[in-house]
């Protein structure tokens, strides 16, 4: 592939632990980049298109900042598109508060009343308003929704001249998704085009691909059959029967090749290679047995005679309701009675776990952690939530904590704990608002604040900084590396002011814990390979590894292991 001609002074610049940045008018003057922080900026100056890959806690952001700073002072009236997770939207603008002056910036809301205006305008015609309002504002900070949905008005109301910024760019690793037609879409009209993320490689070699597809299309082969054939061993496997052949993955190869054709294209440094004061990761394993009352439930998930009880009752309360309707159903009630009924069918022809794989797995996480975590009613108790309460009670009276579950409807049993033990907590979710997610941030970042534990979730949680954390209690463990990498980057950041963070994973011995942290341990490999060892310290257990196919989803590979 063609390599971009200012190459070889990017390389040169790479290695310089002295490199400068000249005064900028927008940037405060207390606004200081750290060595490496400038050379990623001089980076995004010198290529416009990138991919900025610094390890989680490193200040992505930061390089973001001045890179549009120096451009605005040089281009005035150029415009720059921030797209974030959902909880991260209001964080960046208060980056650009604390880091710029004379910069305006909008943080898209859900709700807006425009100058004139008698009500507030919620949905499409709330986002609309905005985009016409924020014309002639600098920054725009916006949501995936908005690309998903909103492309062509984003298009329109930034104009040509325009750096976009993809943060957590792996929402479009997928190419069949919204996310990724809307981002190809708008990084065909911008005039630059960056992203950010600490994982571009959550699980697959591909997910790289797609992204610098849209990011950076000289890194790779246009034609994804051609990118496949250099990069991937397959072999061919038979469906239908036998009537047709499929090529799965089974490894890779040209690893080198690969690396050297994305460098010019992507940077990302380690955080033990440029940050050393930044809190090492220490890994604990904490293994509970199940009580007498889990290990009946959970081999019942593993029979199928939970999912099959869920799957009647639903189809059975379904059909009530339906009966007991004074009018005709709507089609979203026709399109859930469907859906019942054919859930039901598979359980009578014994097909229905290995059709709704994530749905059994989710049982028998939850009965891991506890019975009622399938629900209220379910009796018995749960050796992890005894184990939960022992920690908090005894061995981290101290530490300010997150405590991250996959299960957003469990984390009241949980807070009814530590109201027990009488310690302060706040949460972080997909249920809060922003105006919500900033105060229970900021309360537990607030060393005056009683507010020492932070409940998260992978939907609410991504790209905020909880830096004062000490601890990261896994009540169960992300199934994907990347997540586990990005819940870490939580609170190991720059500005931290311990200098250990203890990871503690919650095991219940005999379940899908234990197969979790073996299958993410091959999961990791690939991205060592590709990234190095970017979470040093973060699965330094396990011993025997199940190998996996790479492009088989890792629900797929939990499930073989788990219902063998």
């Known amino acids: 592939m063609a390599v971009p001609a200012c190459y070889e ?51 992505k952001t930061i390089q973001v900042i001045a890179t549009y700073a120096i451009l605005l002072e040089k281009f005035p ?80 109301f930034r104009g040509e001249k325009v750096m976009v910024v993809f943060d957590e ?18 990084a065909l009209t911008s005039n630059r085009v960056y992203g950010l993320s600490a994982t571009p490689i959550k699980n697959r070699l591909m997910e790289f691909y797609y992204i610098l597809k849209i990011l950076a299309p000289g890194a790779f082969e246009a034609k994804v ?72 439930l959970y081999a019942d998930a593993l029979n199928g005679v939970i999912y099959e009880k869920r799957v009647k009752q639903r189809y059975f309360e379904q059909i009530d309701h339906m009966e007991s309707l004074d009018r005709d159903p709507t089609s979203k009630e026709l399109d859930y009675m469907n859906k019942c009924e054919e859930q039901y069918e598979e359980c009578m022809l014994g097909d ?62 949980l807070q009814a704990i530590l109201d027990d033990l009488k310690i302060k907590h706040t949460r972080v979710t997909g249920k809060e608002g922003g105006d919500e997610r900033t105060a229970a941030r900021l309360a537990f970042q607030d060393t005056e604040n ?44 720059v500005g931290s002011v311990h200098s250990s963070i203890l990871l503690i994973h919650l095991v219940s011995e005999g379940s899908i814990d234990e197969h979790v942290l073996e299958l993410l341990d091959t999961k990791k490999e690939l991205i060592d390979q590709i990234l190095g060892d970017i979470a040093e310290g973060s699965l330094e257990f396990g011993n025997d590894k199940l190998m996996l196919d790479e492009e088989v989803e890792f629900e797929d590979s939990l499930f073989d292991s788990i219902f063998k």
Request: charged share 25%; hydrophobic share 35%; glycine share 6%.
């Open 352 to 413: 229905a776990m290995k059709n709704n794989k994530a749905v059994a797995l989710s049982f028998c996480q939850m009965i891991s952690n506890g019975p009622k975590w399938l629900g209220e009613e379910e009796e018995g108790e749960s050796a992890k939530e005894e184990e939960f309460r022992r920690l908090m009670s005894e061995e981290l009276l101290e530490e300010n904590i997150i405590v991250f579950t996959r299960f957003e409807s469990g984390i009241v049993r």
């Open 77 to 156: 009236g150029y415009k720059l598109l921030v797209v974030t997770q959902k909880s991260a939207m209001t964080q960046w603008g208060e980056e650009f508060d604390k880091f710029t002056t004379g910069i305006s910036h909008h943080v898209l809301k859900k709700t807006f009343k425009p100058k004139g205006a008698t009500r507030q305008l919620t949905g499409f015609a709330s986002r609309k308003a905005q985009y016409e309002a924020t014309v002639n504002t600098d920054v725009l900070i916006t949501g995936y929704y908005s690309v998903k949905e909103d492309y062509k008005f984003l298009q329109e």
């Open 225 to 296: 059959s051609h990118f496949q054939k250099k990069y991937l061993i397959t072999k061919m496997i038979p469906i239908q029967g036998g009537k047709r052949y499929i090529p799965q993955t089974i490894g890779y190869k040209n690893l080198g090749e690969f690396k050297k054709n994305m460098d010019p294209y992507f940077l990302n440094r380690k955080t033990r290679d440029v940050a050393p004061e930044l809190p090492v990761l220490i890994s604990k394993k904490v293994v509970v047995e199940m009580t007498k009352h889990q290990k009946k």
């Open 9 to 59: 002074k990017l390389k040169k610049i790479r290695t310089s632990t002295t490199a400068k940045l000249k005064p900028c008018k927008y940037l405060r003057p207390e606004t200081q980049l750290r060595y490496y922080q400038v050379v990623g900026t001089l980076n995004m100056l010198m290529m416009s298109r990138f991919l900025l890959g610094d390890a989680a806690g490193l200040g």
């Open 450 to 493: 009683p507010v020492r534990v932070i409940f998260i979730t992978a939907a609410g949680s991504a790209a905020i900084n909880l830096q004062s954390a000490s601890v990261e209690i896994f009540y169960d463990t992300p199934w994907s590396f990347g997540d586990l990498y990005q819940t870490i980057g939580r609170a190991q950041r």
């Open 169 to 186: 760019c792996h929402e479009f690793k997928n190419k069949k998704t919204k996310a990724y037609n809307g981002a190809s879409e708008l």
